[in-house]
């Protein structure tokens, strides 16, 4: 089969003024970076319609490290449901430079099931990311000019918050000194770069409900504590509406369009392991205001961007999706049932049965969220009727809807079996309201506990030394009415990235904790975690590569 | 008078296709960014035009803190050409975030001869700095990581040359160690941060020919040397093409419009203190292609941006200016004049006298490598008839063209004097092609020697132990023939920022020497300059704000 960028390449692009018609869009609101991406401006919201329309949220099982191909279900469903006739836009998050140079290559689907430009998506895009670096890192570096201005009229700080962030795998990046050398260099201190889908910008970016909500958010953000125990916040420097100017574009929802031409919304992009993992609440309602059905997905397995979906995403914003698509393949439920991952490619019905321990799991944590849940069993190349068929019968056992999605070889007409499933169990048993996992009120080690004793099977959560310190901070702070969103491996339940199925028997050791007192939630770093990542001994760097003015590597 | 950006809002206008038609550049070549900026690609250049187009040169006198208005001539006097029916193009660069929002505020032009839209200029623009970030971050991760990754098969550097750069004045990033804490953090090195406009990927970017040529830069870029002492590059990890996959787009110059509907091509960005300081050839050729009269500038007084304009730009590009204005105001006089700053706004006919000392040694330099020369008076409110005459009538002793611009409180019209001088010195005595201050085979201590004694008036230079070390490198490189790059202080033709006027009896040391490989010049540091500036007390994004959606504050 050919590969991602060959299709991309050979896909006839509609000019984005088509694609916005095709749901009434109006045209002259689009705000064009080349003739096939637009900017729509958040103000065309309207609440209303966003009430009618129908949000079913891709979720998936325990990924592999190649991924479950959650991107490329979501904008197949997005083409079936299109193919039977359904108006629909998919609404998802932006790639990162980071594993797009890495080990995870881009993230704007796969095979006849892309969102294109592709190249450009993965790219650059409209700048958004790199608006949510250079805000953060302006931040940065007026507050180390604050402290380096106003240290002779006695101002200093007790503890500093703020890292900065890069786009970039840059493990070397992780823990660092600033301020070396000549004393006009500024003031000696340690820091750090975090990647930019962990900034707490992109996540206040997702997370805001329009300007003035954004200028409030970054008003709030806690950079650290003075000397006299007083937090420090952006709004103490005087520079939010500064910050604001750097976001204002980058707060407007990107359109571009599908390998069938159809509509697709891409904005925000925090990662779900180390941040909240969902696209922006302006997309989706942006999406919702023009379409009956909006697909969109949280980031790696349920227990992460699902949880924080229904938790963080869906209480800020009230929506409600009705429905969710748990996304699985044969090699991830092959690796979760014992296999070893060179042998996951080839058929093995008993480790893929042992593996449906891992699904199941997810699908109860799904309907303890008031959803109902169907199984998308994602086709690779490599796999078996037999093996889907066992698939099927297990999900048929549990009451639980099935279909498999073959988008990525065949586009929308491989997804039609799951298209019609959608669009009858939405007519026929739509989910519940979301059941969240814990109350505002509950406190922080509340809210933690539910979270890792009710999703990830844990037996409780530990806090460290540290961030039983940063507790009390929350506490005096009184804000813990915030949500909790935990960082841990995407690899497993717990945070042991080497426990696969459904470990039994532990805690979840919570190493730090992140005050995000702009996106207004409280992370929790859990286990060995890191919020930079590194690049692997043989990066996809090497293979993107440029000839003749056509890009080549990208996937 | 209104300000900046209170005119900038009142301008009507013109969609860009209208803009670029109104010069025969084709509208289906064009790549949109909103409704009023578009890309244009390279591939439109003409050489054959080129040589038939008249390239005019904005430099200045020795600058205040506040600047001498360059860019605001460029523009006037771009306006002032098509106000006397010229056909013509302004050729700029592009503004940085970093004096954005520090201390001097954007680089669009001032008053009713701005480039437009000035907030989104000054901001993101089409995200050409961010791209050159990106590219230049990605080295260095894919660096350290390389290191990282193969030291246990005896991979090591014996020195790394690469440093990391961001968009921000951000002191405390100019001498860090990354690669604390834990082994897997990477491995601990000495590093630091320079501003994007100092990175060789920007230099890299203004000074490429094409596609290939930029991926040859690329490839030779000098990362440091390895334990056995060879030369390590870009092109031995494997990854230019990936590098060039991210600078593709920024390769192409940018089209937007003057306050007065006229087209500006806006590209590239290095400054003239710490870098090259022009815009890109691509960029200054493609607007030679498409009109009679190209304006374009360099950065700061002339013995620095225009030194590198002529030994390095169009020693590399073959471009000959047929004239060079020479910006003065009569506050840069009086302080050269030794007016103490505070006093320089009002009338001091002798210190304006004495400081006709700076403008003459400009004047001699400029016409030293070949050029006619004509004085560009730029008009300020405070200014007095009386001492604008005093330096008419000693250009006139001098035998030097002379015209006032008032454009900035006029427009077009403010500097019908300044285009009709202009056109008419092109027409009856072009500059002759441009005379070198060295040749190629100059090695590289004689070059700066033969610059620092002819465009600076020095004694001569001295090298730093350190770069004498580079010296040798060099050498062994075999890379001499490079032209020299020399960072200096912007505020004095010495190394001292404060020798104001026209100093003498002063050497220039030379600290520390950066080789740059791929945009194939050595960049030699002189005196104190350093390669990221700081934050003032009281930043510009302070005044910077955000209000109902409109953008207050920038200038």
Not at 523 to 535: N, S
């Amino acid at each position: 089969m050919k590969s991602d960028i060959e299709i991309a390449r050979e896909c006839r692009l509609k000019p984005i003024e088509d694609i916005a018609r095709q749901v009434q869009i109006p045209v002259d609101e689009l705000e064009h970076y080349g003739k096939y991406i637009s900017k729509v401006p958040e103000s065309l919201i309207d609440e209303k319609k966003v009430e009618n329309s129908n949000l079913i949220l891709v979720t998936a099982i325990t990924p592999t490290k190649a991924g479950i191909g959650k991107t490329t279900v979501s904008v197949g469903l997005a083409l079936g449901l299109s193919y039977i006739g359904k108006k629909n836009i998919v609404a998802l998050r932006e790639p990162s430079l980071g594993p797009c140079f890495g080990l995870k290559g881009g993230a704007a689907g796969g095979g006849y099931a892309q969102i294109l430009p592709m190249d450009k998506i993965n790219l650059h895009f409209t700048g958004d990311f790199h608006a949510v670096t250079s805000a953060h890192n302006m931040i940065a570096a007026l507050l180390d000019n604050y402290i380096y201005q106003h240290r002779d009229e006695g101002f200093a700080m007790k503890e500093i918050l703020w890292k900065r962030v890069l786009d970039i795998n840059d493990r070397n990046l992780r823990y660092v000194v600033t301020g070396l050398g000549a004393k006009t260099n500024g003031v000696t201190m340690e820091s750090g770069f975090d990647i930019t889908p962990a900034s707490e910008i992109m996540a206040i970016l997702c997370l805001s409900k329009d300007e003035h909500d954004l200028r409030r958010r970054i008003e709030n953000i806690l950079l650290g504590t003075t000397i006299e125990g007083k937090p420090f916040r952006v709004k103490d420097m005087g520079v939010a509406g500064a910050i604001c100017v750097l976001l204002k574009d980058a707060l407007h929802p990107n359109l571009v369009q599908t390998t069938e031409n159809t509509p697709a919304i891409v904005h925000g992009g925090p990662f779900a392991n180390i941040a909240h993992g969902c696209n922006s609440i302006l997309a989706t309602k942006l999406a919702m205001t023009y379409a009956d059905y909006v697909v969109t997905e949280a980031g790696f397995g349920a227990d992460l961007g699902a949880e924080k979906f229904f938790n963080i995403k869906c209480r800020e914003s009230g929506l409600n999706p009705k429905l969710t698509i748990l996304v699985a393949t044969t090699q991830g439920l092959k690796m979760h049932g014992g296999v070893a991952l060179e042998d996951i490619k080839k058929p093995h019905s008993e480790g893929l049965k042992k593996g449906f321990e891992n699904l199941d799991k997810h699908i109860r944590n799904m309907q303890a969220f008031g959803q109902t849940v169907v199984v998308c069993f994602n086709r690779y190349a490599t796999d078996v009727d037999s093996e889907i068929e066992l698939c099927r019968e297990h999900c048929e056992n549990m009451g639980v809807g099935f279909a498999v999605n073959n988008a990525f070889s065949e586009g929308g007409k491989g997804a039609v079996e799951l298209a019609e499933l959608v669009v009858d169990t939405i007519a026929n048993r739509p989910s519940r309201p979301v059941v969240f996992s814990y109350t505002d009120r509950d406190n922080i080690e509340t809210k933690a506990e539910k979270v890792v004793r009710q999703v990830y099977g844990a037996d409780g959560v530990v806090f460290s030394t540290a961030a039983r310190k940063m507790l009390e901070r929350v506490r005096q702070l009184g804000i813990e009415d915030y949500p909790v969103c935990i960082a841990k491996t995407q690899y497993s339940f717990s945070a042991d990235a080497h426990a696969y199925g459904v470990p039994h028997g532990f805690k979840v050791q919570i190493r730090d904790i992140v005050v995000n007192c702009g996106a207004e939630m409280i992370v929790l770093i859990a286990g060995d975690i890191l919020r930079m990542p590194g690049l692997p001994k043989s990066p996809q760097a090497e293979r993107i590569d440029l000839i003749d003015g056509r890009i080549e590597g990208l996937s």
